[in-house]
């Protein structure tokens, strides 16, 4: 038989090993951790909970997110389609618009030639009205005229029945009255040459 040597001495300044530790009861390794384990269980339960409710809140959040969106995605096409029917009825109103501004355009135009033709006619008439007024006081007058050198023909014819200078004055009062047919004539002349 072999014999083991025996161990060296420890060195200075240690001391004999620590004696082992008695191993635990059972009554004492059961007291300390259950605490902690109750202590991780209700931390556990706490958080579980937790989760849970935020799990809850957040997909009910979620479907109330999506039911607007869902709204706001029926609101945006019900505008879109909006939109387009008022973009067509202004491209209507536009097209409305230049052809209005086209007949108003054209009816000016005509407009201002009657008024054109208006203003030709006006003048016309107004040169016919003063020419026939002036063509009636030559006839009036130039009638007067005749008249008036007949009668002084016939009291000439029978000279010695009137008083000379009354026949004198006749005739001068004959004489002015064809004066002033002859000056309407020339206004009637002057009228026709304007």
């Known amino acids: ?54 799990t809850t809140q957040w997909q009910r959040t979620a479907q109330e997110w999506e039911g607007e969106a869902r709204d706001h995605a029926a609101e945006a096409a019900a505008l879109g389609r909006q939109l387009d029917g008022v973009n067509a009825e202004l491209a209507a109103a536009r097209d409305q618009l230049a052809t209005a501004t086209g007949r108003i355009s054209e009816l000016a135009n005509e407009k201002a030639q009657l008024g054109d033709e208006n203003v030709a006619s006006r003048q016309h008439l107004d040169y016919q009205a003063r020419v026939s007024e002036a063509a009636a006081k030559v006839a009036v007058a130039l009638g007067q005229c005749v008249d008036a050198q007949e009668q002084l023909i016939g009291y000439l014819e029978d000279a010695d029945a009137y008083d000379a200078a009354d026949l004198t004055r006749f005739k001068n009062q004959v004489g002015e009255l064809c004066d002033k047919a002859g000056d309407a004539n020339d206004a009637l002349q002057q009228e026709l040459a304007s």
């Open 1 to 54: 038989m072999t014999t083991t040597p025996p161990a060296p001495p420890p060195p200075d300044g240690y001391g004999a090993p620590p004696a082992p530790l008695p191993p635990p009861g059972p009554g004492r390794r059961r007291a300390g951790a259950s605490p902690w384990l109750a202590a991780a269980l209700i931390l556990t339960l706490v958080l579980a909970g937790y989760l849970w409710v935020t």
